[in-house]
């Protein structure tokens, strides 16, 4: 490493063995044929110290799985349980990925690298614990097109084709294999704690509740630890489905096992960008009754939260652990309100008037008149500010309450920067992601896959800073 070239100290910090080998298990990363460095994200790994790696000492590390200095010295699988779309499931637990490494933020925050594909665990079953290609493409492209429009999301911090043919049902088949490598804050989930509860581990339930408040909360551990953290998860999660709402984003599968506890957004499988605001649209094939539709999101984490509460039963009273849950909804209310004012980039007024034009705002955009994308560009800092495509549309009588309601409004960030006078939006619906994927399966062609990297992260600098952490 180049300790020049680095942005903060690499300061290693395997805080998970605190917790002892009931929660984990000590693992090998496969041999894979070929370890082919296909994406590097060198302003996430700057933010852990590790941008000084070249790219042979990368690939040792993220695609061979040689340990950092003072780092875990064997990768973990975490043990875990979890509801998914609402039934119970106690084979869960990483089947095809570990906890690589632990170390310090720029912040000081505690950080994991965690990898997606990287080889069979005890938790496989009877998967390949492999990852497809295709798969680690899209999970760069969400992950990405997330952070620059304000989502509190993992980071995809590495890719790297494997050489291995895969054979999937739900795509054409043999495919291209890779392993990943992301970024985030801790992998503690709610399918963690209900483990513990499934099992009757008091003693690791314990362990884990002064974990999770010491590591990841600054709080201490007492009688009502169980309460205090539940009111921090709830905290934290609450503005995740009003972030995806205005990033007009559907994440598919939002299982107790895929909620983090800290609220930040993670693994993308069948996630998809709505063209229109429609309640109704899913991402996931499978998603039958429509349980995690776009409209229906913020229900589902509270689903999930409350599960959190009945595990944390069985160490606390339910009247401890209720009025922590209480205050989902106007968590949520408030984060809505901020999030939608963010994006459309204009200043707050005040409740009543922030929620007037909120209101305004949904009832115009769920006639499907005009895409969320093409709408929030338009109408950057409140103000129509060129002609549009849609102008035929604004002008009609279902955006009279919005045009009035925004004409108060001020705008909350510069719009000097260049995107702004760009023709359309940068966007991420599905055609575009499968062009950018043809690209690379029929031609081995990356160029795309870098520009939209390059075009994605030019939206964000013109969005600026979000209502809620996006960066390590």
Same mark, same amino acid.
């Given at each position: 490493m180049?300790?020049a070239?680095?942005?903060?100290p690499y300061?290693p910090?395997?805080?998970?063995l #605190?917790?002892?080998?009931?929660?984990?298990?000590?693992?090998r990363?496969?041999?894979f044929?070929?370890t082919?460095?296909?994406?590097r994200n060198?302003?996430?790994?700057?933010?852990?110290?590790?941008?000084g790696?070249d790219?042979?000492e990368?690939i040792?590390?993220?695609?061979?799985?040689?340990?950092?200095?003072g780092n875990?010295?064997q990768?973990l699988?975490?043990r875990? /349980?979890?509801?998914q779309?609402?039934?119970?499931?106690p084979?869960?637990?990483?089947?095809?990925?570990?906890l690589? $490494?632990q170390? =310090?933020?720029?912040?000081g =925050?505690?950080m994991?690298?965690g %990898?997606k594909?990287?080889?069979?665990?005890?938790?496989? &079953?009877?998967?390949?614990?492999?990852?497809?290609l295709?798969g680690?493409?899209?999970?760069?492209?969400?992950t *990405?097109?997330l952070?620059a429009l304000?989502v509190n999301?993992?980071k995809?911090?590495?890719?790297?084709?494997?050489?291995?043919?895969?054979?999937r049902?739900?795509?054409p088949?043999?495919?291209?294999s890779?392993?990943?490598?992301?970024?985030?804050?801790?992998?503690?989930?709610?399918?963690s704690?209900?483990?513990?509860? /499934?099992?009757?581990d008091?003693d690791?339930?314990?362990?884990?509740?002064?974990?999770?408040?010491?590591r990841?909360?600054g709080d201490?551990?007492?009688?009502?630890?169980a309460?205090?953290?539940?009111?921090?998860?709830?905290r934290?999660?609450?503005?995740?489905?009003?972030?995806?709402?205005? #990033?007009?984003f559907?994440?598919?599968?939002?299982? %107790?096992d895929?909620?983090?506890?800290?609220? +930040?957004?993670f !693994?993308?499988?069948?996630?998809?960008?709505?063209?229109?605001?429609?309640p109704?649209? %899913?991402a996931?094939?499978?998603?039958?009754?429509?349980?995690?539709?776009?409209?229906?999101q913020?229900?589902?984490i509270?689903?999930d939260?409350i599960?959190?509460a009945?595990?944390? &039963?069985?160490?606390?009273?339910?009247?401890?652990?209720?009025? #922590?849950? *209480?205050?989902?909804?106007e /968590?949520? +209310?408030?984060a809505?309100?901020r999030?939608?004012?963010?994006?459309?980039? @204009?200043a707050?007024?005040? !409740?009543a008037?922030?929620k007037?034009?909120?209101?305004?705002?949904e009832?115009a955009?769920?006639?499907?008149?005009?895409?969320? !994308?093409?709408?929030f560009?338009?109408? $950057?800092?409140?103000?129509?500010r060129?002609?549009s495509?849609?102008?035929t549309?604004y002008?009609?009588?279902?955006? !009279?309450d919005?045009r009035q309601a925004v004409?108060?409004y001020?705008?909350?960030?510069?719009l000097?920067?260049p995107y702004?006078?760009?023709?359309?939006?940068c966007?991420m619906?599905?055609? *575009?992601? *499968?062009?950018?994927w043809a690209?690379?399966?029929d031609?081995?062609d990356w160029?795309?896959?870098?520009?939209? @990297?390059?075009?994605?992260?030019?939206?964000?600098?013109?969005?600026?800073? $979000?209502?809620y952490?996006?960066?390590?």
């Amino acid at each position: 490493m180049d300790s020049a070239r680095q942005a903060t100290p690499y300061t290693p910090d395997t805080a998970i063995l #605190a917790l002892g080998d009931t929660m984990y298990d000590p693992v090998r990363a496969a041999d894979f044929p070929q370890t082919i460095l296909r994406f590097r994200n060198d302003r996430a790994a700057a933010s852990v110290g590790l941008d000084g790696l070249d790219d042979a000492e990368w690939i040792a590390h993220f695609g061979r799985f040689d340990p950092l200095p003072g780092n875990l010295i064997q990768p973990l699988a975490l043990r875990y /349980h979890g509801h998914q779309f609402r039934i119970y499931n106690p084979d869960l637990g990483d089947g095809r990925g570990f906890l690589f $490494a632990q170390m =310090r933020g720029a912040d000081g =925050r505690l950080m994991d690298l965690g %990898t997606k594909g990287s080889g069979q665990t005890p938790w496989s &079953r009877f998967g390949d614990g492999r990852l497809t290609l295709k798969g680690g493409v899209r999970e760069i492209l969400a992950t *990405e097109m997330l952070e620059a429009l304000g989502v509190n999301t993992s980071k995809t911090f590495s890719l790297i084709e494997t050489g291995e043919a895969l054979h999937r049902g739900d795509e054409p088949s043999p495919t291209r294999s890779a392993v990943m490598v992301r970024l985030s804050h801790g992998h503690i989930r709610i399918g963690s704690f209900q483990r513990l509860a /499934h099992i009757g581990d008091i003693d690791g339930m314990k362990r884990l509740i002064a974990y999770t408040l010491d590591r990841y909360f600054g709080d201490t551990p007492g009688e009502d630890g169980a309460a205090r953290l539940l009111a921090h998860v709830v905290r934290g999660v609450a503005p995740l489905a009003p972030s995806y709402i205005a #990033a007009g984003f559907v994440h598919g599968v939002l299982n %107790t096992d895929n909620i983090n506890v800290t609220g +930040e957004s993670f !693994d993308y499988g069948p996630w998809r960008f709505t063209p229109d605001y429609d309640p109704a649209f %899913t991402a996931a094939y499978f998603d039958h009754q429509g349980l995690y539709a776009f409209g229906r999101q913020a229900e589902a984490i509270h689903w999930d939260v409350i599960q959190l509460a009945v595990a944390l &039963r069985l160490v606390a009273d339910a009247e401890t652990l209720v009025p #922590a849950i *209480e205050p989902y909804a106007e /968590h949520y +209310e408030g984060a809505l309100i901020r999030s939608l004012l963010w994006r459309l980039g @204009v200043a707050p007024l005040g !409740d009543a008037q922030d929620k007037a034009l909120i209101g305004a705002m949904e009832a115009a955009l769920m006639t499907g008149t005009v895409g969320i !994308d093409r709408f929030f560009f338009d109408w $950057a800092g409140g103000d129509r500010r060129a002609p549009s495509p849609a102008d035929t549309h604004y002008a009609a009588s279902v955006f !009279d309450d919005f045009r009035q309601a925004v004409s108060a409004y001020s705008p909350a960030r510069s719009l000097d920067h260049p995107y702004w006078a760009d023709e359309a939006p940068c966007s991420m619906h599905i055609d *575009e992601v *499968e062009a950018i994927w043809a690209r690379i399966a029929d031609a081995d062609d990356w160029s795309a896959l870098d520009d939209k @990297v390059v075009a994605i992260r030019r939206m964000g600098a013109a969005m600026g800073q $979000a209502p809620y952490r996006t960066t390590p």
